[in-house]
Nanobody
Framework: QVQMVESGGGFVQAGESLTLSCTASESELSFTWRAMAWFRQVPGAEREWISCISWNDGIKNYADSVRGRFTVSRDMEKNTLFLQMNTLKPNDTAMYYC????????????????WGRGTQVTVSS
């Protein structure tokens, strides 16, 4: 089964930056025709959608909680999804997951075909 693999999480101070990356465990999964998203989750809470990049026109969408601080991008040649996180806050602390949506599907907060295992981001005050 194809799985996404995130990296780049860590422990930082408030105001600092991190960049998360996401690739597929199987090379057969191409991101080319798929919208890609980032979610995050803290213990005891529902998984929160935070960003998505569409597959066809590259339009990017963000949750209000991260707009202006986070930037989603993708490298088609490297089949990699990124999340640049700036001006991190303690309430950004969470497990971050990348998500691959079905082929040709638009960005969606619920229609996920593949999930990553998650990478932990911890922001201290």
């Amino acid at each position: 089964q194809v799985q996404m693999v995130e990296s780049g999480g860590g422990f930082v101070q408030a105001g600092e930056s991190l960049t998360l990356s996401c690739t597929a465990s199987e090379s057969e999964l191409s991101f080319t025709w798929r919208a890609m998203a980032w979610f995050r989750q803290v213990p005891g809470a529902e998984r929160e959608w935070i960003s998505c990049i569409s597959w066809n026109d590259g339009i990017k969408n963000y949750a209000d909680s991260v707009r202006g601080r986070f930037t989603v991008s993708r490298d088609m040649e490297k089949n990699t999804l990124f999340l640049q996180m700036n001006t991190l806050k303690p309430n950004d602390t969470a497990m971050y997951y990348c998500a691959v949506q079905p082929k040709y599907a638009p960005c969606s907060r619920s229609n996920v075909e593949y999930w990553g295992r998650g990478t932990q981001v911890t922001v201290s005050s």
